[in-house]
């Protein structure tokens, strides 16, 4: 489903393009769609949560430790990377249809919440343990480097053929905001 949305490559966004287009191009007939999909905005809210959970998945990598080295963080932003590079057209979609689907705002709103609190709990633990600096306010740190991945892996890593030298310099931001004493 996701290639059928970007057949016409930039000429319809996602939510002008109709079921129909959609489950045409994806080879299916409209009914099929709807044995899967209540509409497009549940279509792109079920690509919402798959996405979700792999970049979940990583991260999940990244919170017990105590604290990652530099190399483990470059690693993480390496396998993000993957992730966000492959989903182009599922970013996209999702990306257009937040403004359009509530529920979607929601789900989006929640996921950074839980990616910014989780982030949060592991800089609170680093703290109390010693391993990150007691000036930085952990929720508000939380916030700024979860916002700062998403734009750099949404925006800016996708329009570079080589991105290593920025993937370097994020792990070096994060390794030093957080860890270096």
């Known amino acids: 489903m996701a290639a059928a949305s970007c057949a016409d490559g930039n000429q319809s966004s996602f939510p002008n393009l109709t079921v129909d287009r959609l489950a045409r191009r994806a080879g299916i007939s409209r009914a099929s769609f709807y044995i899967y999909f209540e509409d497009k905005a549940e279509l792109v809210r079920a690509w919402n949560r798959d996405l979700d959970e792999r970049v979940n998945t990583v991260l999940a990598q990244w919170w017990p430790a105590t604290p990652p080295t530099p190399y483990a963080l470059r690693r993480m932003l390496d396998q993000l990377t993957d992730i966000y590079r492959g989903n182009r057209v599922v970013l996209t979609a999702i990306h257009e249809m937040t403004a359009h689907d509530p529920l979607l705002r929601q789900a989006r ?43 750099v892996l949404q925006q800016v890593v996708p329009a570079r053929q080589n991105a290593m030298s920025l993937l370097d310099t994020g792990a070096d931001v994060i390794w030093r905001t957080l860890y270096q004493l």
């Open 109 to 151: 709103a929640d996921s950074s919440a839980i990616i910014c609190g989780a982030l949060r709990q592991h800089i609170v633990r680093g703290q109390q343990e010693g391993w990150v600096s007691d000036s930085l306010q952990p929720a508000t740190t939380a916030a700024w480097i979860v916002s700062m991945l998403e734009r």
